[in-house]
């Protein structure tokens, strides 16, 4: 059974920063972000559903600036609370919805999401076309003419997916047909300090059936691999 991911936001915004801080221990996400984002000292950045910062302090070092946007007071409260210890003067985090983003028109160079379109989509029952058309009509508003976005998404944690599911599978045809935005997929293994923790961080946040498979792999580097789709809108 997979968790209620509203309640985990909002209430183990802790546990979740410990969750994505074990994960791409081979660092292949930054490495990716600079290649497509081609990131620079020019760009100003808006990360979208930013959660604790992950993204944002991955980023902060190669652009001018970050502004990272979340909707849920824990997480924004777990960024902030790491701005401080990390001294990091360059990123700044705002409340806000992906269909309301609290950032002027044409003020930015390059948006990036990651792990948050899918979730949002999700929790969608009907029909999510119109509710993300919205989005990308915000995301053209603070967009730069010549701005660029990356959408980073899961291709399958502990189980690499060979079929992608289908609620997944409109999501990610939508960039590519309708939006018209490259791919490229990489690994992101998480890598924990020890067996356990990684049964207890990923039975947190992705159910007890991956805790149960790790747990009887007896590893303690979890497989996943993830995407990223790239380019303007």
């Known amino acids: 059974m997979l968790p209620d991911y509203d309640i985990l936001f909002a209430d183990q915004a802790e546990k979740y920063d410990l969750l994505v801080a074990a994960e791409d221990f081979q660092g292949n996400l930054l490495q990716t972000l600079k290649r497509i984002g081609r990131l620079n000292r020019e760009q100003t950045v808006a990360d979208l559903g930013c959660g604790t910062g992950r993204i944002a302090y991955l980023l902060a070092p190669f652009v ?4 990272g946007v979340e909707p849920v007071a824990g997480m924004q409260r777990v960024a902030e609370a790491k701005k401080q210890a990390l001294g990091v003067k360059n990123v700044d985090f705002f ?18 999401e990651g792990w948050a379109f899918l979730i949002s989509c999700s929790d969608i029952p009907s029909e ?16 730069r003419p010549r701005g660029a976005v990356i959408f980073i998404e899961t291709m399958g944690t502990f189980n690499i997916w060979k ?8 999501l990610y045809d939508y960039f590519e047909r309708e939006l018209c ?7 992101t293994d998480y890598k924990f300090a020890s067996l356990e923790e990684a049964v207890d961080l990923c039975t947190f946040f992705f159910g007890d059936e991956i805790g149960k498979e790790i747990l009887r792999s007896g590893e303690s580097v979890v497989p996943e691999e993830t995407a990223l789709w790239y380019g303007k809108l």
């Open 181 to 187: 935005l490259k791919k490229t997929i990489i690994r």
């Open 128 to 143: 999510w076309h119109p509710d993300f058309e919205a989005i990308v009509g915000e995301m053209k508003r603070i967009l």
């Open 64 to 67: 001018r600036h970050v502004y």
């Open 163 to 170: 079929e992608v599911p289908s609620k997944a599978a409109e």
């Open 95 to 112: 409340p806000g919805e992906h269909k309301d983003i609290p950032l002027p028109d044409n003020s930015i160079d390059l948006i990036t």
